[in-house]
């Protein structure tokens, strides 16, 4: 297979992979292969310092198998001490960094996740990178190449800096999705169910063949975007230009060259909606002929528009206490164990009780699991 059919591989495989977060280990096994990587790590973190962070989602993988024992071996004993963390939430967006340019002289020398951890498992030459997401969002990768002088060349980095762009959307799109509680979904005819999300999708001419109910009745009240003789159009002059560019390019006929991106639409009365636009993969254009060819797709996010955990409907459906669906319910809507424990009188101490039992009864070990059961399970938010 030549080299640039593997990178069309991959980003096909990316882009199946934004609405069934299960092929992921697909999309990062060709990933590796393009790139010429023996493995990554892929984790998405909300917030700008490790005393705030959220870690949202964390995949070991390599060549898309994961490996679970090195992945809790690093939570448990490495995360909390690994210096690079701190550094790599500051790093520009898309800056290669080698693993040894983030540690000081000393810290090669002394460091035990350095020493212990990552030299032992091939990743002492490791690259690290950061991309950006919304609202305090970090995409952050660890590279491992496959060379066996583990040097990385020209052609690996380029490579990455032709898929990077295209991991940032795949992560930024499903952290949408499973903010909206819409992560479940797995294919382009369920999103178009879609109740808090708008679904557009546009042909290779970027007229609309197909809206779901919540996009109609987004584009029908014209308060920040409209059907503008079968065209989406934003009301703001400037938004509009913006969101003409970023269509073009995802309407690009070149697999490479189409790329998805982000946007902000002011709305008419207050704040803004979120843009999400995704090319669709090779496979995905001929799979839905009943819509005339479909070759964009647009989601529009309302991201005040949340979706509320009902910690009755929780209780019932995880088997819980009470308590402990409320424990679970504040914190998958974002809140820490400090105010946890504010809102609810209860001390610190008592939430984290309550987060180990509730681990405990699903066999988890970590808040970022708990908080991915808990917006994966149907029927426990308010209408």
Aim: hydrophobic residues 45%.
């Amino acid at each position: 297979m030549r080299h640039q059919e593997r990178i069309e591989g991959a980003i096909n495989a990316l882009r199946e992979a934004q609405l069934d977060e299960a092929l992921w280990p697909t999309a990062s096994a060709l990933f590796d292969h393009a790139c010429c990587l023996a493995g990554n790590h892929l984790s998405i973190i909300q917030g700008d310092s490790l005393e705030n962070a959220r870690m949202l989602f964390s995949q070991l993988l390599k060549r898309g198998e994961a490996d679970e024992e090195l992945a809790d071996l690093y939570q448990r004993e490495y995360m909390a001490i690994d210096e690079r963390l701190p550094r790599l939430l500051h790093l520009p967006n898309g800056k290669l960094s080698l693993c040894s340019a983030l540690l000081t002289e000393s810290e090669i020398l002394n460091s035990p996740t350095y020493n212990e951890y990552l030299v032992p498992t091939g990743a002492g030459n490791s690259l690290n990178v950061r991309l950006d997401g919304l609202n305090g969002l970090h995409v952050v990768m660890a590279l491992v190449s496959s060379r066996k002088d583990s040097r990385w060349t020209n052609q690996q980095e380029e490579t990455l800096q032709q898929l990077l762009p295209h991991i940032q959307h795949f992560a930024c799109v499903r952290q949408a999705l499973t903010d909206a509680g819409t992560s479940a979904m797995t294919s382009t005819a369920e999103a178009l169910s879609a109740k808090r999300i708008g679904i557009v999708l546009l042909n290779r001419s970027g007229q609309i063949v197909e809206t779901n109910d919540h996009a109609r009745v987004l584009l029908g009240k014209g308060i920040g975007l409209t059907d503008s003789k079968g065209h989406l159009f934003a009301k703001h002059v400037d938004d509009n230009i913006a969101l003409s560019k970023l269509l073009a390019e995802a309407l690009e006929t070149s697999v490479v060259d189409a790329r998805g991106g982000v946007i902000s639409i002011r709305r008419a009365d207050e704040g803004f909606f979120t843009l999400y636009v995704s090319p669709f993969s090779n496979s995905d254009m001929h799979a839905f002929g009943d819509f005339g060819g479909v070759a964009v797709m647009v989601m529009i996010v309302d991201p005040m528009d949340k979706p509320q955990v009902d910690p009755i409907r929780l209780a019932t459906a995880l088997n819980l206490t009470p308590a402990q669906a409320r424990v679970a319910a504040a914190l998958a809507a974002g809140a820490t164990v400090q105010s946890i424990a504010a809102s609810t009188y209860r001390s610190e101490a008592v939430v984290r009780w309550h987060l180990k039992q509730i681990m405990s009864h699903l066999g988890i070990f970590s808040q970022r699991d708990l908080v991915r059961i808990v917006l994966t399970t149907p029927g426990i938010f308010r209408d």
